[in-house]
């Protein structure tokens, strides 16, 4: 496994604060969207974005690189974020988010968003789709690797284990799952709402391999996503323990702020808290 | 009657087609044998991907094959696919505009043997109420191949619909088949009968009758439901004055809705819709006596024929 320096590390700690400050910004600018799972997933679409995929904003079609599936499409800002800061559109874009002239909306669109590779927003389907995706990576011996960002309550729907499912039979080892494990989902915690547990168990069980680290953690994050190249028999599932509006301390844990924009204070607290001022 | 079975047809030439062109890939969940997509399973095998019985990731897993560059045809049964995977079908293949072809067998009364839990008799309304998705209804089992090409090279997402058995032959092998545009199958200037699938054979035959009683019926095939050509039925609409829909689907929302949505805004005329009449159906001996017990009779398609020259 390579060694990550520590510059690489707090390269993409710093990458992950900008993609919470413009998740939010854009959030409370539209006074609409998703703060909660955004926070949670930082980290791992800094690491993604910043690091791991293999994608060139000047090509957004190239064939052969990695593909991304934002199964969590509600967490759409923090991609928008990624993407504009990888360059695949301006970023001055970001303020114009679900505006009516602007190719942003609300949830990913493969069509209007250049670096989206599909669309989302209804949740489950990123595993069925990754799966078909890596199937069509190797009938035509690409190298491309595909991989896809869940919520935690998103696996309570049956096509998550449907598409789990499918790619355990095909041994689709160039599939790449992580779930954003933050146990918080719209009406409340996910160990409340419908159980998931045993999480990873139920993983093993569909003849995946499951990696376990902390979500927040950008070299456990790294390391997850390298080892799961090294896993040449199966798809790899990484369950990344998460906390819900991680960063801002009136957020976390709570599924009040799911899909509630803040206000203009509690804006400028958390922009404040994420920034280290308060 | 030719008796091969639609889904004879289309297996076949999917399989022909697979020779010609190598970024066909073919999904089943676990009907192959029904469908007959096994026949390309079996020269293709390294195409053919038997995914269980799960429509709803047969579709999303047909919609990343797309996406990496192949042309997924996906099979099974009408009524689970456009019922069961419809979100897949409406967000992942249409909005997402995902070049996958879906070819849902034994639409209609087809699984005469199971009733009404198999029948598909709302896809068509289903489907063509989705942006982007093009339908297309075989007539019959020469027709049902003739499509496949076709389908194919068609840039977008396509839902063919395709019956189990042998159906009456209207279709000539060869002879012209453009998505978009219907085919009149009989001129005649007294009234029209629109007809699709394997209506096509039992309106032509109800034409037949029908001039042998002095009335001078008119058939037009409308296989693309959508786009569908809205000239062809205003300019019947305008030269016979009277219009019969046809088609082994309900009435609602069907062929008969979408002539109506056109002729109501081109050309109104008079007309009458044959087809299931918002009832679930029940279980038969064959699919022909089953249709007859259903609406879908002959004697059906000339009784709304004289009943729409009375309102003439």
Redesign the interface.
Known sequence: MAYHPESLILELEERARQIRTDSLDMIFRRNAGHPGGSLSAAEIMAALFFHTLRIDPKRPDW?DRD?FILSKGHASATLYSALARRGFFPIEDLEQWGALTCHLQGHP???KTPGV???S??LG?GI??????????R??G?RYR?YTLLGDGECQG??VW??A??AA??HLANLTAIVDYNDVQLDGPVHEILPIEPFVDKWRAFNWAVLEINGHNVRQILEALEMAGEIHDRPTMIVARTTKGKGVSFMENSAAWHGVPPNEADYLRAIAELKGEN | MNDMHMREGYARALADYGAVNPNVVVLDPDTSSSTMSGLFARRFPERFFNVGIMEPCMIDVAVGLAMGGKIPFANGFAALIALRALEQIRTCVCYARKNVKIASGYAGLSDYKDGATHHAITDIALMRALPEMTVIVAADAVQAGAWVPLVAEYDGPVYLRLNRSATIPVHEAGSPLEMGRGIMRRPGHDLTIVATGSMVGRSMAAAERLAGQGVDARVIEIHTIKPIDADILNQAAAETGAIVTAEEHSVIGGLGGAVAEVLCEGRPVPAERVGICDKFMRTGMDPESLADACGLAVEDVMAAARRVLQRK
């Open positions: 064939s593909r669109d493969c069509i590779d599909m669309t927003g209804v389907h069925a789709i990754g799966a078909g995706l890596a199937l069509a990576a009938l035509d690409k595909v049956g096509i449907e598409g499912m499918f039979k095909y």
